[in-house]
């Protein structure tokens, strides 16, 4: 696998998690966000407190500039106020109720609606998770440059690994100094050498995080996971919240089940203890 520059190694590193080799992991889809709202606080403290090895997050920048942990580029699908990510200051973005929108029975109930749940802005959850595993996910090209320093800023490269579907969002984590995940146009890559058998050489990411099909086609398939191994190449699935379907992919060679329900899949990882 190719060299990720200043950062040589990642052992005994929070990073290693994620792209080192060792046993299978549990990641944390927006926290446990079957159970909490979506990207807060209190989803990814329920989701270590059940035992997840890593927290997935989404991040966007805000008009002035400050990245801000949510998904959608707005806030319409969680919360109380629809307000556009990259029009509105991180303040008025702070103020949304992020629960207000939250339900666990189809709309019968909104436990969370005035409750505090907040959107973290990224400064506050890399101050509150300091040595968790992080997979953050850039929903834009823009603002990478403002996320690139917060990281800096927090020492960020030894537990946090950047990632986007969008080739030109990583452009600023091409250096080599934090570890990254492959974009879609990379896993397009991946997936048609290994149909041919082949492996990258040296291909700049650090581990895949993918779908397990695409349509029709099924990207994740025991020979190529076999290949990735074989290039010390981590393949993390998303999202799988069927016990099922958990247990096959670990089974075929999954390193990472990205989850909504780390709680029903962390006593089913590969050497997990018995309760």
């Not at 707005?74 to 109720?97: C, F």
Request: proline share 7%; net charge positive.
């Amino acid at each position: 696998m190719a060299s990720s520059g200043n950062l040589a190694s990642t052992e005994n590193l929070p990073v290693a998690t994620l792209v080192g080799p060792g046993r299978p992991v549990v990641v944390a889809h927006r926290g446990a966000s079957a159970h909490r709202p979506e990207n807060t606080c209190g989803a990814f403290q329920l989701a270590l407190d059940q035992g997840a090895d890593a927290l997935e997050m989404d991040v966007q920048v805000s008009a002035d500039g400050v990245p801000v942990i949510i998904h959608d580029p707005s806030t319409g699908r969680i919360g109380n106020v629809d307000l556009p990510v990259a029009t509105s200051t991180s303040a008025a973005l702070q103020e949304i109720d992020a629960g207000y929108c939250f339900t666990t029975d189809g709309g019968q109930a909104y436990p969370w609606r005035g409750r505090g749940a907040v959107l973290p802005t990224l400064s506050q959850v890399l101050e509150r998770f300091a040595a968790v595993p992080i997979l953050l996910e850039l929903k834009s090209s823009r603002g990478q440059e403002q996320v690139r320093l917060v990281l800096d800023r927090f020492g960020a490269r030894r537990h946090v690994v950047v990632a986007s579907s969008l080739h030109g969002a990583l452009r600023a984590f091409r250096d080599g100094v934090y570890r990254r995940s492959a974009s879609r146009r990379e896993i397009a890559w991946w997936y048609l050498l290994s149909v041919a058998g082949l492996s990258p050489v040296r291909p700049g990411y650090a581990m895949l995080s993918m779908p397990q099909r695409k349509g029709n086609l099924e990207l994740v398939a025991p020979r190529r996971l076999a290949l990735a191994a074989q290039s010390g190449i981590p393949v993390h699935v998303w999202t799988i919240d069927e016990p099922g379907t958990a247990t096959r992919l670990w089974r075929d060679g999954v390193t990472g089940i990205i989850t909504n329900l780390p709680a029903v899949m962390v006593p089913l990882r590969p050497g997990a203890r018995p309760t």
